[in-house]
């Protein structure tokens, strides 16, 4: 038997006015996702503690086994390890998104925050940016003093790693929860350090504002990269180990560092696929055969994270969000359970919305999502679709912890 987790980030999400108030799951069109929804278990899970924020860190933490409570230190320290970043003792490491502000003549702490990925960036140009950023004598004399220094990563996400950073009372509230609005009402505060950042973003807006790069943006059309945003602090954390606790070992197959991360300190392999975006023109067909090979070469376990449908919805793009679920449908689990069928595997699928994402807020929520497992071997006949509604209908698992049991068959 393999044993396959699939999550469709943010892709639950409450009734949407456009869609007649439906959620996109009830709207789209996946009939291969419902036609398994049909023969297998339906449910609805609580991945994200009432004690969390919702995100897919504390949400994947727990889908992974691991109780948030226990183990969350903060989103950064997981992105760097699934990034290769060591933390030494008294480090603290930082999201360091790139961040479009708006064009306008106001004061920093006046402008409002228009995306945070600085319109989708591309990796390359976001690496070139933040290199040339920490390089440039001004900006990189600044960081030096508060004993930061950047990890680039191919994305709009970077690591920055702060030398005995005072996180005690810090609060960075995430970009992505706040689109659209006047940064200074959300600026960095709690403490100290946290102002010290503060200046460095404004010191950051002003070098970046005008780069040539940026310009060129500007002049094609794109949102410029004119801000960094440093948040999702913490510091080095220990997880516990996957197969000494569930007895079977795998890979985990993604874009996003957060995932590999939370996958290798848990004692999976990182599968990095060329051509994997976390957007609608990610590589598909490459991160399904990445994980069949996985699975045919003697793993009892695998995980294909596709960050697409919660990208789309940050971005406020709905026929996006709608198009990744489709393509989740059928570019990932039609050729995935194909391809496994050809093979003759016995399998079982969890399918999962990590959190929801709504398209009314743009941001996270930490409600229950549906889950789905389906056996190969069995039916276990809901003959109800994908749906969070259908999911409601089922059994409600609380904590999320115990969902990768169920997948296992630890539990019924």
Known sequence: MKYILVIGDGMADNPVPELQNRTPLEAVNKPFIDSLAKRALLGSALTVPKTQVPGSDTAILSIFGCDPDLYYTGRSPLEAAGAGVSLNPGDVSYRCNMIALEDCDKPFAERKIISHSAGSIDGETSIALVTWLFNEPEFKAAADKVGMHVEPSPSFRHIAVQKNGDT???????????????IGTICLHGNKNAED???????????????????????????????????????????????????????????VPLVHGIGALVGLKRVFVEGATGENDTNFEGKVQA???????????????????DEATHN???????????????????????????????????LISDHKTLMSTRGHDGDPVPFMVYDSTKDMGTGLTY???????GPFVDPGTRLMGILFGEEN
């Open 168 to 182: 005690d009372g810090f609060v960075a509230p995430p970009p992505h929860d706040h689109l659209g609005e006047v």
């Open 316 to 350: 406020g793009n709905l026929p996006m969000k709608m198009e990744a679920i489709e393509l989740l449908d059928s570019r990932v689990v039609e050729p995935l359970c194909r391809k496994l069928t050809e093979k003759g595997e016995d399998y079982r699928i969890l």
């Open 197 to 255: 950042l503060w200046d460095l973003m404004r010191l950051a807006h002003e070098k970046l504002n005008h780069h040539p790069m940026n310009e060129q943006r500007r002049a094609a059309g794109k949102l410029p990269a004119n801000g960094v945003w440093f948040w999702a602090e913490g510091t080095a954390v220990k997880l516990p180990n996957f197969v000494e606790r569930y007895g079977h070992g795998g890979s985990v197959v993604s874009a």
């Open 387 to 393: 749906t969070e509604k259908n999911g409601e209908a």
């Open 291 to 309: 994980a069949v090979d996985a699975l045919c070469a003697g793993d009892d376990f695998a995980a294909i994270h596709i960050e697409a449908p």
